[in-house]
């Protein structure tokens, strides 16, 4: 099993442009969530789905958007890229409230 | 608000000695669980309370979770230059969705 899988590993984006961040999973989980982590903030969860055709907003879901067509997959869409979203990004996945499995996250610059 | 808090932030220790960081809520938590975050690497789960007054051990690792389920803490003994990275604990954020809310992090250094 490969477990969960991110890509890209970084990128860097101009403010403006948008761009798909891809997560995906191995183990049948139906939890799958997004997660942001910014120096001194911890890991802020940012969306989150509990099966396929079904997400909510985490803590910080602006300019954010998700959608869940397969178990497998959970794809996370900056819509407009700013330097605020300058981050390192992880995607999780669960089955309820147990272990979270995360992948080894993307790290993302915007100028 | 949900959120749990974390103390220290940071924590440098010389290798052989005690380390502590603690969890608390405002609020009764369900469980709790922590993960160990090694520098450029990824958050990887240690462990899970749930009753209260828990104490589980792992190696030089005892978790805790208070009598009233609102704080925890993860004490390391005799630290090693290996126990070096961010501690998070971590809360349900609603009712078994896999919802999970962090504190900030404790970073440990550990001097050789």
């Known amino acids: 099993n490969a477990g969960v899988t991110q890509t890209p590993k970084f990128q860097v984006l101009k403010t403006g442009q948008s761009m798909t961040l891809q997560c995906a999973q191995d183990?049948?989980?139906?939890?799958m969530s997004w997660y942001r982590q910014d120096p001194g903030m911890g890991l802020r969860l940012i969306h989150y789905?509990?099966?396929?055709?079904?997400?909510d907003q985490g803590e910080v879901p602006n300019g954010y958007n998700v959608s869940r067509s397969t178990t497998e997959d959970f794809p996370l869409r900056l819509l407009s890229a700013a330097p605020s979203q300058t981050s390192v990004y992880f995607c999780?996945?669960?089955?309820?409230?147990?272990?979270?499995?995360f992948g080894p996250g993307t790290r993302l610059t915007v100028t | 608000g949900q959120q749990v808090m974390q103390i220290p932030q940071y924590q440098h220790v010389q290798e052989g000695e005690d380390f502590t960081t603690y969890c608390n809520s405002s609020?009764?938590?369900?469980?709790i669980q922590w993960y160990k975050q090694r520098p450029g690497g990824h958050p990887v789960f240690l462990i899970q309370?749930?009753?209260?007054?828990e104490v589980k051990k792992q190696k030089r690792l005892t978790f805790q979770f208070g009598e009233a389920k609102k704080n925890s803490s993860l004490h390391i003994t005799a630290t090693q230059t290996t126990d070096v990275g961010t501690y998070f604990c971590?809360?349900?954020?609603?009712?078994?969705?896999?919802?999970?809310?962090f504190g900030q992090g404790t970073t440990l250094q550990v001097k050789p």
């Open positions: 309370l749930v009753k209260s007054g």
């Open positions: 609020t009764t938590l369900s469980n």
């Open positions: 789905s509990v099966g396929a055709g079904i997400t």
């Open positions: 971590a809360r349900d954020g609603s009712g078994n969705t896999g919802k999970l809310i």
């Open positions: 183990m049948n989980h139906e939890y």
């Open positions: 999780a996945s669960s089955t309820g409230f147990h272990e979270q499995y």
